[in-house]
DNA sequence: GCCGACTACTAAACCGCTCTAGTGACTGGG
DNA sequence: CCCAGTCACTAGAGCGGTTTAGTAGTCGGC
């Protein structure tokens, strides 16, 4: 036998398919006695509710959609996202929601795949991911009135929910235990400046710069990957008067610094100090083994899913999550400065 | 307005819904004029089909599954699923077919998602990864009557279709190049035996060692972690006569192994010869960088997302798709062993 | 004994689209 | 001139559920 129908099951019962569906659905409108033999019969005949069928009535889609606008190429090589998708895996599939995935080249084309998305009722919510400046997306995505959580915060999100670390407080720890250790020449290799938190770290180091009385802080952008976070290593290790600290937004890019000032016999921790804005195996598998700021990014993922969840359910509702700010795991590649400072 | 039906187009233009389906699906039976006429007018109104509505009449589902038995945690850290995923993406995207993505914790929940999301009609296909010596998988996949593509073969996948790269060759062609650079004790840090890459491998290895006459040749089952490589790593290098080459299964492995060496003052290539089973920038961020198995995972993903593609357009197809064996990219891991062999 | 309220259920509309059978107009061959 | 065949299109069934309106039957109260 194909497929059972709620039909198959009614006919078998001998009641109508309404009530087959009430019973499934576990709503009033049965007896118990009816309930269980309906319950009985869908488990003997194997019955599976037919997704399409139940998202035509206006239901659930039973999916949530995440849209990466990344050349897909590069997407391989972050830990970051397969660790947020493993996340928002294990959230999403305790109520056994799918994730719908696509990775498309740019913001344009991400925010054609929601009008469609939203208007062929495919998913039954978005996750919005590196949040940009000024992003056009978050007002596309209120106008398509579909729930939606923003990974990032605090605020310029519109009218979504977000769920967000502190990156600039992470920074300013950062910033404090490098001064203490008696840094003054510090460089921040960071990422695309049109990203709301390369923003928020760049202000945040400044900030701590001035508060601290450190001479000479620089943020540099690059565009996230290895080759660019080498180069500009190359170029900060090349400069007469050298950064005694390095801070990197990745861990790629602290991994690639690493690399180079091996290859320039820059010792490290001796004569740079090292540290990632972000945590993976990455950073425990190189030697020296490098000081980063670590966050659960399965648990990030995990709340993020969560949240979405609750405002599907709950539409309307409007939560903003803040997850515990990163701490700093102090490893092997950092240390006071050489004298010679 | 809210989303617009055929019915509205229908109405709009002046015939029948029947019309407009066929319109815009591009089917015989409406005039060129009328077809122009109801194309610009579902222009007009923005008109996006709604998939459901699609899907219950028997046609596609849109999308394809892929489900992944790991645990989740680990999968952030492998290079290779993510440039897969994002090579599936590129080839699927071409026909806007999405990507399903699930993580499950081990093989049993595997199948029980495919039986759910065959009898709800959600994929119009599946993509097998991870092939086991024995895999239960491919027979119940071949049950459910779905489309489905197959990561791995030569063989052992009834009748599904597949898609694979010459591992035996590949470790083939190591074991030579080791053997003419002059090594003769070779160690295999390999992956999970039950794994039929995994077997192969090791049976190649050992076909080699026979053939070329290499005296002491070992393979060693990890769980593929970064843990588990390192400490059969430190395993290897602490005895009496250690091997003068080790060949990791993956690319994370091999990172862990370079470190250990570096830890235990062996030095690469000097003393110890690495080569990695798997390529991504993390063998060409460390120093030395190493000599590895290049292989272009993203054109297999797009490979096996055009094989499964065919198959669904043209039920039955099989097809058995081999892509290009692994090349060695020779790096500066890799060396004639110390003369104290 | 009758009314109203409640329970347990049925029948059927509906969601948006596809597809088949059918219809009317026109064409062309014998 | 009539009939068969094509063309362009319509009407409506059907996909598998959900949901609403309606309907028997029962029960309690006065």
Request: aromatic share 4%.
């Amino acid at each position: 036998m194909a497929r059972p129908t709620i039909d198959d099951i009614a006919r078998r019962v001998g009641v109508s398919k309404g009530a087959v569906s009430f019973a499934l659905n576990g709503r009033p409108g049965v007896s118990e006695a009816t309930r269980a033999r309906i319950l009985q019969v869908a488990e003997e005949m194997n019955w599976r509710p037919h997704t399409a069928a139940r998202a035509l009535g206006g239901a659930r889609a039973g999916a949530v959609g995440l849209v990466i606008a990344r050349p897909a190429r590069t997407l391989g090589v972050e830990p970051f996202f397969a660790q947020l998708l493993s996340g928002l895996q294990a959230g999403l599939s305790a109520q056994s929601v799918a994730l719908e995935l696509l990775v498309v080249e740019d913001t344009e084309a991400e925010i054609e795949v929601y009008r469609r998305w939203a208007s062929e009722h495919r998913v039954d919510g978005f996750i919005l991911v590196d949040l940009k400046v000024r992003d056009t997306r978050v007002e596309v995505v209120e106008g398509l009135g579909v729930p939606a959580v923003v990974l990032g915060g605090p605020g310029r999100h519109g009218s979504l929910s977000s769920v967000w670390a502190d990156d600039r407080e992470a920074m300013l720890s950062i910033a404090d235990y490098l001064a203490a250790l008696g840094h003054r020449r510090i460089a921040h290799v960071a990422g695309l400046p049109t990203f709301q938190h390369t923003q928020r770290r760049m202000r945040a180091l400044r900030d701590s710069a001035r508060r601290l009385g450190l001479a000479e802080v620089s943020s540099l952008p690059t565009d996230f990957s290895d080759a660019e976070g080498a180069a500009t290593t190359r170029m900060l290790l090349s400069r007469p008067r050298r950064p005694t600290a390095i801070v990197y937004d990745s861990d790629l890019m602290a991994v690639a610094g690493l690399g180079v000032a091996g290859e320039m016999g820059v010792a490290v921790p001796g004569d740079l100090s090292i540290i990632a804005f972000d945590d993976s195996v990455l950073t425990r598998i190189v030697h020296p083994a490098l000081t980063a700021l670590t966050r659960d990014t399965f648990a990030l993922g995990t709340e993020v899913a969560e949240s979405l969840l609750a405002i599907i359910a709950e539409p309307g509702l409007r939560r903003d999550r803040r997850t515990p700010t990163p701490r700093l795991a102090v490893r092997e590649s950092t240390a006071p400065p050489a004298l010679a400072g």
